[in-house]
């Protein structure tokens, strides 16, 4: 159990600040900035940032395991990787809160089951819209499926761009950080790892 709430942290609900609470601290943070919270062009903000939060990291009000309930076993026996390549997505780094953009590339060997293919960006989004590492990230992908479908194997690799690289700190655009997770006969297997990276690379 300590291990599922570690890896899936969920928002306990009375813990949530109020609207007000959420609104006065991007007040504070407008000040921080330099600016002056009252004047006419910033009036809304904090009401539109709180909003935008929520949705931004809706992540935390979903549970992967919900997705990921729903298979089908009627594929003709198809056993090989499924791939799901080049998905979307944005998050946010737990260092800096600042985004971090790329595309997740997620597979799995069935085991007489396969997942809706949707259900597979449904579970990027559902991580990515937490704040993050780039390594928690694709643990939490690959460990999900791993768990919920208990397929022969996962395979998940993250291409990312981090902002608080590239527009603070030690700003280098265009820098990019990829991470894999291998479970099952993909870790065990370098042979079906590199069969991943070329039907990922593959154009
Ligand atoms: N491993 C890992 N590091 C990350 C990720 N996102 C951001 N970071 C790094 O987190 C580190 C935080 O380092 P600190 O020295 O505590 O913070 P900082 O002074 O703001 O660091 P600088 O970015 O170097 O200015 C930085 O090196 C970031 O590049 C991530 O997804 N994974
Ligand atoms: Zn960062």
Request: proline share 5%.
């Given at each position: ?10 928002a ?9 609470e ?6 504070v ?12 062009g910033l ?12 949705e ?41 809160m ?28 559902i ?21 919920s ?10 291409e990312?761009?981090h ?24 870790k065990?297997?370098p ?13």
């Amino acid at each position: 159990m300590d291990a599922i709430v570690k890896n899936f942290p969920q928002a306990v609900e009375s813990d949530r600040p109020s609207q007000k609470e959420a609104e006065d601290a991007v007040r504070v943070l407008l000040r921080w900035a330099g600016d002056d919270p009252q004047r006419e062009g910033l009036l809304d903000t904090p009401a539109r940032v709180a909003k935008a939060y929520r949705e931004l990291f809706a992540g935390y009000d979903m549970n992967p395991e919900d997705v990921l309930g729903r298979t089908f076993e009627e594929v003709s026996g198809y056993d090989d990787m499924v791939l799901v390549r080049d998905i979307p997505f944005y998050s946010h780094c737990e260092h800096h809160m600042v985004p971090i953009i790329g595309k997740a590339h997620v597979a799995y060997l069935p085991n007489g089951r396969v997942l809706g293919l949707s259900k597979i960006g449904r579970v990027v989004e559902i991580f990515g819209r937490r704040l993050q590492t780039q390594e928690a990230m694709t643990a939490q992908v690959a460990n999900a499926i791993d768990d919920s479908l208990r397929p022969r194997g996962v395979a998940v690799m993250i291409e990312a761009e981090h902002m608080c690289m590239a527009m603070r700190g030690v700003q280098q655009q265009g820098a990019s950080t990829l991470t894999t997770t291998f479970t099952g006969a993909f870790k065990a297997d370098p042979a079906e790892q590199v069969r991943f990276m070329t039907m990922v690379r593959s154009r």
